[in-house]
């Protein structure tokens, strides 16, 4: 089992806690405020730098030219799978309509 560890005490305004204890929820503490407000930004700040890592990858693949489309071949791509879908759509509401009055 590992000891808990203990985060360095902070100094706020007065008005800064006093609006942090107008929002706790019922049961709730300063102190269980914090560590949870304390894990979200750790959470948030690692899915962040995992972000960045993958667009400087991508970066990286556009300027040794790894053949990643251009935006142009995207959109055409993207018109191309929504005219599918709605060939898609229109079988169904056909076949829908057929089943009713059949």
């Known amino acids: 089992m590992s000891r808990s560890a203990t985060l360095p005490p902070i100094r ?3 008005e800064t806690k006093a609006s942090l204890e107008a929002v706790l929820r019922e049961g709730e503490s300063l102190t269980q405020f914090i560590e949870a ?7 948030f700040r690692a899915e962040q730098n995992a972000a960045i890592a993958r667009a400087r990858k991508a970066l990286r693949q556009v300027d040794k030219g790894a053949g990643l489309m251009t935006a142009d071949d995207f959109l055409a791509g993207m018109q191309q799978r929504a005219k599918a879908a709605q060939g898609r759509i229109r079988a169904a509401v056909v076949a829908k309509n057929r089943q009713a009055a059949g």
């Open 12 to 14: 706020v305004e007065p």
């Open 37 to 43: 407000a304390v894990c979200r930004e750790v959470e």
